[in-house]
């Protein structure tokens, strides 16, 4: 069975902190994705990113980045210079890449951001 | 691009009718669409696998004749609510798989419907 977790519930920083928000992920499959995705207060849920399970590169997008490391099931997600905006909910979430579950999300439990000016 | 849309936005009902939602996939054709509920505070669940042309497959513990699920076309999926009640009230959310291109195998996003039942 997959499991996702969020070991992070709430995390509250001030503005222009840089912020890590941790996943770590269990799974048997040798071939999956991981994605995060943003929910902000008005409930639409944001994809962020995909990661394939062979890809272990980190990435970066503008203030976003993340670091895939398959030794320690992780994919974390680091806020550069947080701002305002960035408050919201985030998820962590996986997917199988074929079997009978292919293309089911599991979503971890979610962290709380809130950004303060 | 990958733009789902959801309708209705909020609904609000009366303890025993039906509700409909509606989920569109509106630049992308989607073999597939999932469909969730939230609680408030709580992570996304998983109520059922919507597969165009064909029956809804649904998770364990998730009543079908209480959440009927179609999937006529690409673009378009619907949950129905059928006599709802209070305990149904919740935030549901639709999801479409896009199955090529660049995107291939991520989930997007409806906006959600908030259902109120009194």
Redesign the interface.
Known sequence: AQKVTQAQTEISVVEKEDVTLDCVYETRDTTY?L?W?KQPP??????LI?RNSFDEQNEISGRYSWNFQKSTSSFNFTITASQVVDSAVY?CAL?E?GGTSY???T????T?LTVHP | G?VVSQHPSWVICKSGTSVKIECRSLDFQAT?M?WYRQFP????M?MA?SNEGSKATYEQGVEKDKFLINHASLTLSTLTVTSAHPEDSS?Y?C?A?AYSGG?R????????T?LTVL
Request: hydrophobic share 40%; net charge positive.
């Open positions: 994705y994605f995705y008005s409930g639409e849920l944001v994809f995909r998820f997917s890449a293309g089911k999300l979503f971890g439990q979610g709380i | 990958a597939t999932f505070k709580q992570s996304l998983l696998t935030f959310i999801s798989r995107a195998d991520t989930q997007y996003f409806g906006p959600g908030r």
